[in-house]
Antibody, heavy 113, light 113 residues
Framework: EVQLVQSGGGLVQPGGSLRLSCVAS????????MHWVRQVPGKGLVWVSH????????AYVDSVRGRFTISRDNAKNTLYLQMNSLRADDTAVYYC??????WGQGTMVTVSS | DVVLTQSPLSLPVTLGQPASISCRSS???????????LTWFQQRPGQSPRRLIY???KRDSGVPDRFSGSGSDTDFTLKISRVEAEDVGVYYC??????????FGQGTKVEIK
């Protein structure tokens, strides 16, 4: 079965850190560009970050650049998002996706004191 | 950045009747390779997004043929020929032609009258 299984969300205080993981199965993870997308509950989808299949080239939305780091381990079929210096406006459901029809189940990140 | 503007943002529809959603881009979505990377996603309540249509008009496997996509350059349309109860949700257009950032429309909420 083609799927992306996410883990790592939760409640964190402002200024804290979290790492999200996304494990792929059922497709050739290593050849796909991968992305993180977030969604404030009740609001729209916002692209957050991208990583090339080579695991070198990356891109970020302006609001997270310098605080978030995307990475991948093609040997483990796993995508990561390291989130540092978290702020209240980072509170959202985070999805991993390859934009070719495969999405993770989403994981909630809540930044609050 | 490419801005995608969807209309309407809310679409009440009678079961069995057609529905149409517009997505207009702030610039041409023709990629340098000649393709147009305009995708439509459906997000049912409480679920992850699901890709319905890619490259303007190509339907994903398993998507009912009542869904169709059309358009060119900057104007695109998603049509549902006869709305069914399972079509309730939010529909997003997304562009992958000019990045970063990859961008979404604001979303159109389809509900049954």
């Amino acid at each position: 079965e083609v799927q992306l299984v996410q883990s790592g969300g939760g409640l964190v205080q402002p200024g804290g850190s979290l790492r999200l993981s996304c494990v792929a199965s059922g497709f050739s993870f290593s050849v796909y560009w991968m992305h993180w997308v977030r969604q404030v509950p009740g609001k729209g989808l916002v692209w957050v970050s991208h990583i090339h299949s080579d695991a070198i080239s990356t891109a970020y939305v302006d609001s997270v650049r310098g605080r978030f780091t995307i990475s991948r381990d093609n040997a483990k079929n796993t995508l990561y998002l390291q989130m540092n210096s978290l702020r209240a406006d980072d509170t959202a459901v985070y999805y991993c996706t390859n934009f070719f029809g495969v999405w993770g189940q989403g994981t909630m990140v809540t930044v609050s004191s | 950045d490419v801005v995608l503007t969807q209309s309407p943002l809310s679409l009440p529809v009678t079961l069995g009747q057609p529905a149409s959603i517009s997505c207009r881009s702030s610039q041409s979505l023709v990629h340098s390779d000649g393709n147009i990377y305009l995708t439509w996603f459906q997000q049912r309540p409480g679920q992850s997004p699901r890709r319905l249509i890619y490259n303007v008009s190509k339907r994903d496997s398993g998507v009912p043929d009542r869904f169709s996509g059309s358009g060119s350059d900057t104007d695109f349309t998603l049509k549902i020929s006869r709305v069914e109860a399972e079509d309730v949700g939010v529909y997003y257009c997304w562009q992958g032609s000019h990045w970063p950032p990859w961008t979404f429309g604001q979303g159109t909420k389809v509900e049954i009258k």
